[in-house]
């Protein structure tokens, strides 16, 4: 009876390897899923805040603030990405490709949702957004996000 090392040899005696790359193999997957996992940096600030709450107390002032961060953070939590306030009016976004696309699908709803919040009376607040993405590394998109929204 032969080994099993004496087997594995007499049956691979022969064995020519292949080299090269098996095309329709699945690497378009892996193109699609770099391609979906690239960075993307949004910075989004709220429109004249001081103006549009000028006449409200400091306990108004927070709960618009309150109702329009409430808007913000359920747009940012459908992605797998992350936000960070930056300050009273400011949020930083980073995300991918695959989250941008989402929000580009649902219009960025956002936009219309605090637009719909009343303040004071017939004021309405709006949001601005800057979008960096396609640069070389993070820092490029977050300046470009930041020029964008200039």
Do not use: W
Not at 27 to 35: K, Q, R
Not at 67 to 72: A, H, S, V
Not at 84 to 103: D, P, Q, S, W
Request: proline share 1%; aromatic share 8%.
């Amino acid at each position: 009876m032969k080994s099993a090392v004496d087997f594995i040899n007499e049956k691979t005696n022969n064995f020519k390897p292949v080299t090269g790359i098996i095309l329709g193999s699945g690497l378009g997957d892996f193109a699609d899923e770099f391609d979906a996992s690239r960075p993307v940096v949004m910075i989004m600030s709220i429109d004249s805040f001081d103006e549009l709450t000028v006449n409200l107390a400091e306990s108004e002032r927070a709960s618009v603030r309150g109702q329009i961060e409430r808007e913000i953070e359920a747009f940012a939590s459908k992605t797998d990405g992350f936000m960070k306030k930056l300050n009273n009016h400011t949020y930083l976004f980073v995300l991918n490709e695959r989250g941008f696309a989402l929000m580009k699908a649902e219009k960025f709803d956002v936009l219309d949702k605090v637009r719909n919040l009343k303040v004071h009376g017939d004021k309405n607040a709006t949001l601005s957004i800057g979008v960096g993405r396609g640069d070389k590394n993070l820092k490029d998109c977050e300046l470009s996000a930041r020029q964008a929204l200039e």
